[in-house]
């Protein structure tokens, strides 16, 4: 095998010289598209090594029986050396069995590629721009944020592992109305610095306590020169400020997970650039823009609602249920307006868009993707465009909720929260469900040293692993692969698990879902403890045999490899893999 290929890559290269084999003799007729040919595990064990539908994918555009083209690639699969057998199923399914040379192999190949095994050239040539997280700028990170921000996080970083060049984006909303409440807010805590007593902060402006400092860096910069000015004086001055010191206080709070985004866009200067106009020009050219009035309201009609007339997208022609307008009565433009017109900018230097939303984002989804659709098709050069929806996540202490409320000052931060438990436990624990799914976050449960603490376990196994190696240093063995052929059943059915991490970075890399890595690693570590226990009923299967050196190095060596991949699958994650617990 080459440095990059594994055992599931290169049966694929088999399986494809098998079909240009059969085309040779006539079996097969030349010029038939093998993309949809896969290799992977069957699903039942008892069936063999790996499967393919090879006969099935094929045998209708070649105008054969399934069944008989299986037989037929059967053969020429049969004619290599570390091939024990191939069985037909069913239809045409194709069950190989594999020499336990061959995994022994992929074990060293493991070994040879160290931190690259499992990285991937799917993506290569692809660029990918992943926007995540987008708080408004109006204060800390809360816990609401989190989980948005784990998934986005390691969906680049997966991307990226699998071949793609990955820019991890954050969309500053500064120029809707909520800034400027940030504004009067800042200027509320100015004049408290200067001395005014302010007393409770009135309804409507924001209440935390994380604006006192801001307060006291514009007194010092200004002293008392804005205090009785009328608002129109001060109110994009103070804007500008605060906004600027709540990003900092937000790239601070996503330091703590790990997190660092290369590109933060601004939709103030997107605006200012006149974005939103090129957009719409552009749309109104192919006609996907009109000035039309919306429907009235269903139900009851508003007692104030008058008909105007509006900019209009056509986002019916793309599924949408109704056309959306871009401007508002009084010709700002509507958060869709700006949204598409941010869409359109990021689509200018990316091959695809990735955007991970909360699910209360949900209605927005289908309009812009209309949006993505109607701007990248019209300009030549359709852009595949994916909204990545995550629900909350429900705190809980030892069961019992903890409330959190952004607007009363009194959320539950995220800066809190890594400090009380932990970066790696945090970002993990928002990889073990699917983003879409309902999530609890206990902070007594993802602290416990327990299975079902799926951090703890994956952790707890690569810990476990390196104790051994220390141990069997102390002892004077080192891993080798020398003597391999000494490892049996137990230990091959290991290594058949670790040389499915390529194959998973793929499938969830394709499926952009970083979760299935998560699941993968709980997977391996369950399986690597089940093998650990083997030596506490049965004193042959254990690590180190101070008696059977040779044995000692080869199992060490499995589980120095199995190591690696959980290092792999955890650096993918952004978790670390710890040495010790």
């Known amino acids: 095998m080459s440095d990059t290929q594994t055992i599931y890559t290169a049966f694929a290269a088999h399986i494809a ?30 069936h063999g090594d790996l499967a393919t539908n ?32 191939v069985e037909i199923a069913g239809p045409g399914f194709i069950n190989i069995r594999l ?15 160290g931190a690259d095994y499992g990285r991937s050239r799917m993506g290569e040539g692809q660029r990918v721009n992943v926007e995540y ?20 996080d390691a969906l680049a970083s997966l991307l990226e592992f699998a071949g793609h060049t990955v820019t991890c984006e954050y969309y500053i909303n500064d120029a809707g109305g909520q800034v400027d409440v940030l504004a009067r807010s800042a200027h509320l805590r100015y004049r408290e610095a200067l001395g005014e007593a302010i007393g409770d902060v009135p309804e409507g402006l924001y209440p935390g306590d994380y604006l006192i400092p801001v307060g006291q860096a514009l007194a010092a910069k200004f002293g008392g020169q804005y205090v009785d000015a009328p608002e129109a004086e001060w109110l994009a001055i103070f804007r500008s400020h605060a906004v600027a010191k709540m990003m900092e206080l937000i790239k601070d709070d996503l330091a703590l997970l790990g997190i660092h985004h290369d590109v933060f866009a601004s939709e103030a200067a997107l605006q200012a650039a006149g974005k939103p106009e090129q957009a719409e020009a552009w749309l109104r050219s192919r006609d996907l823009v ?6 009235a309201p269903k139900g009851k009609t508003p007692e104030d609602w008058e008909p105007v007339e509006l900019p209009l997208f056509r986002s019916t022609r793309f599924g949408d249920d109704q056309d959306r ?11 869709f307006g700006a949204d598409l017109a941010y869409h359109f900018q990021k689509a200018e230097n990316a091959d695809a868009l990735i955007d991970i939303w909360g699910a209360d984002h949900a209605g927005t989804v289908k309009r812009i993707r209309a949006a993505v659709a109607a701007l990248t098709e019209g300009a030549g050069r359709p852009i595949p465009f994916d909204v990545k929806l995550v629900q909350m996540v429900q705190l809980l202490r030892g069961g019992e909720p903890v409330k959190m409320s952004k607007r009363s000052g009194t959320f539950v931060t995220l800066a809190d929260v890594v400090r009380e438990v932990g970066k790696d436990v945090v970002r993990f624990t928002m ?42 240093a102390a002892e004077g063995f080192a891993p080798s692969a020398a003597r391999l052929d000494l490892l049996g059943d137990e230990e091959l059915e290991l290594v058949k698990l670790a040389a499915q991490f390529p194959r998973q970075v793929e ?30 009923d049965r004193p042959d299967k254990r690590f180190i045999l101070a008696d059977k050196p040779d044995m000692t190095a080869a199992r060490l060596f499995l589980g120095q490899q199995i190591g690696q991949v959980i290092r792999n699958g955890l650096a993918i994650l952004g978790v670390e893999a710890v040495e010790e617990m």
């Not at 020499?99 to 590629?113: N, V």
């Open 17 to 46: 010289e098998a079909n240009n084999a059969l085309v040779a003799c006539g079996t097969l007729p030349a010029g038939l598209n093998y993309a949809n040919v896969t290799v992977e595990p069957p699903r039942d064990p008892a």
């Open 431 to 472: 990889l073990t469900r699917k983003p879409e799914a309902q999530m609890e976050f206990d902070f007594a449960k993802v602290v416990e040293a327990s299975k079902d603490n799926p951090v703890f376990y994956v952790q707890y196994a690569h810990a476990r692993i390196r104790s051994t190696m220390r141990k069997g």
């Open 99 to 113: 020499d336990r040379t061959a995994w022994l192999e992929e074990l060293a190949a493991i070994a040879a590629q």
């Open 507 to 536: 499938a969830a890399a394709t499926a952009r879902e970083p979760h299935r890595i998560a699941f993968y690693l709980y997977d391996l570590a369950a399986a690597f403890h089940a093998y650990w226990n083997l030596g506490n």
């Open 290 to 295: 009109y000035d039309g009035v919306l429907e």
């Open 133 to 152: 997280v987008s708080a408004n700028p109006t204060g800390p990170m809360h816990m609401g944020h989190c989980r948005g921000a784990v998934v986005g």
């Open 54 to 85: 090879d006969a099935m994918v094929l045998a209708k555009p070649a105008g054969m029986n399934p069944r008989a083209l299986a037989e037929a690639i059967a053969a020429e699969l049969r004619k290599r050396p570390e091939v024990m057998s």
């Open 325 to 335: 307008p871009i401007k508002k009565s009084d010709g700002s433009w509507t958060y």
